[in-house]
Nanobody, 123 residues
Framework: VQLAESGGGLVQAGDSLRLACKAS????????MGWFRQAPAKEREFVAG????????HYTDSVKGRFAISRDNVENTVSLQMNSLKPEDTATYYC?????????????????WGQGTQVTVSS
């Protein structure tokens, strides 16, 4: 599975962005997908995940109510709608794929990673 993120950019606090991750390969529908982020001088952290069939989602507390993850198993894409962005959301965002049933917060569970897309939120 190859993953490619898009949709990052520079926005102001309170704005919205929609990140997209396009996957190659016919087995995308079998993978649970996750979004992670890494801010400068910080460790990479889990942001949101969605199960292979879309039935289960999970979010880190800091984005609950602001971010929404979704997937399209026909188009082989997973998206992250980010609303009410804050400066602390500034990071490089990565999508990742794991052959597990439910979203996992541990990045070691994810086998495939994209190159990342930069999100910068100014105050």
């Amino acid at each position: 599975v190859q993953l490619a993120e898009s949709g990052g950019g520079l926005v102001q606090a309170g704005d919205s962005l929609r990140l997209a991750c396009k996957a190659s390969g016919p087995l995308f529908r079998l993978y649970t997908m996750g979004w992670f982020r890494q801010a400068p001088a910080k460790e990479r952290e889990f942001v949101a995940g969605i199960s292979y069939n879309g039935d289960t989602t999970h979010y880190t507390d800091s984005v609950k109510g602001r971010f929404a993850i979704s997937r399209d198993n026909v188009e082989n894409t997973v998206s992250l709608q980010m609303n009410s962005l804050k400066p602390e959301d500034t990071a490089t965002y990565y999508c990742a794929a794991a052959l597990v049933a439910r979203p996992e917060t541990n990045e070691s569970e994810y086998e495939y990673w994209g190159q990342g897309t930069q999100v910068t939120v100014s105050s």
